[in-house]
T-cell receptor, first 112, second 114 residues
Framework: RKEVEQDPGPFNVPEGATVAFNCTYS??????FFWYRQDCRKEPKLLMS???SGNEDGRFTAQLNRASQYISLLIRDSKLSDSATYLC?????????????FGTGTQLKVEL | DAGVIQSPRHEVTEMGQEVTLRCKPI?????LFWYRQTMMRGLELLIY????????DSGMPEDRFSAKMPNASFSTLKIQPSEPRDSAVYFC????????????FGPGTRLTVT
């Protein structure tokens, strides 16, 4: 089983729609969680951290359920510029420091 | 401010040749990571360094792969000999060792081995 699993998509949605991505992780020792965004043929960039209490950044809302080992990302009022691949990322502290594990990503296409 | 710098941006080589990828992390960052991304396997951590010391190289696929960080501002990833299955995008990322764990990625090197 992969350490971080995501639905690869693609999710094709009209502009203005609300879309939600889910992610599960297998290692209960994971300590912090993130969503990264990757545009086509570009490098991944941090979108937002995910906190247990849930957190919001504009149109983006992230949620964490530690009991179910489940992370979500909600995008409201989606824009054409939101089209990208969204990577679920889990951090675990090891003897040598922090180690990020990336999911394979969920592709979003926002259409007119 | 300059971000993570990688060179070359594209590399096409023949099977059996040596390939060297280069990375300059963000100044002041003390952790450096090498990743490989393919369609099939996604983004995989190959190796990372803290304060120029290799910490975890369990992701390095084979002995054909080696990485060095001779100083805080430079790292290399070498593949010798290269094989077609090494074709991928190789990313270098850097971060601060402590505090927030955001990693900043370079633009990547797109490697094609024919």
């Amino acid at each position: 089983r992969k350490e971080v699993e995501q639905d690869p998509g693609p999710f094709n949605v009209p502009e203005g729609a609300t879309v939600a991505f889910n992610c599960t992780y297998s290692n209960s020792a994971s300590q912090s969680f993130f969503w990264y965004r990757q545009d086509c043929r570009k490098e991944p960039k941090l979108l937002m951290s995910v906190y247990s209490s849930g957190n919001e950044d504009g149109r983006f809302t992230a949620q964490l359920n530690r009991a179910s080992q489940y992370i979500s990302l909600l995008i409201r009022d989606s824009k054409l510029s939101d089209s990208a691949t969204y990577l679920c990322v889990v951090n675990r502290v090891t003897g040598g420091g922090n180690k990020l594990t990336f999911g394979t990503g969920t592709q979003l296409k926002v259409e007119l | 401010d300059a971000g993570v710098i990688q060179s070359p941006r594209h590399e096409v080589t023949e099977m059996g040749q040596e390939v060297t990828l280069r990375c300059k992390p963000i100044s002041g960052h003390n952790s450096l990571f090498w990743y490989r991304q393919t369609m099939m396997r996604g983004l995989e951590l190959l190796i990372y360094f803290n304060n120029n010391v290799p910490i975890d190289d369990s992701g390095m696929p084979e002995d054909r792969f080696s990485a060095k960080m001779p100083n805080a501002s430079f790292s290399t990833l070498k593949i010798q000999p290269s094989e077609p299955r090494d074709s991928a995008v190789y990313f270098c990322a850097s971060s601060f060792l402590a505090g927030k764990y955001e990693q900043y990625f370079g633009p990547g090197t797109r490697l094609t081995v024919t």
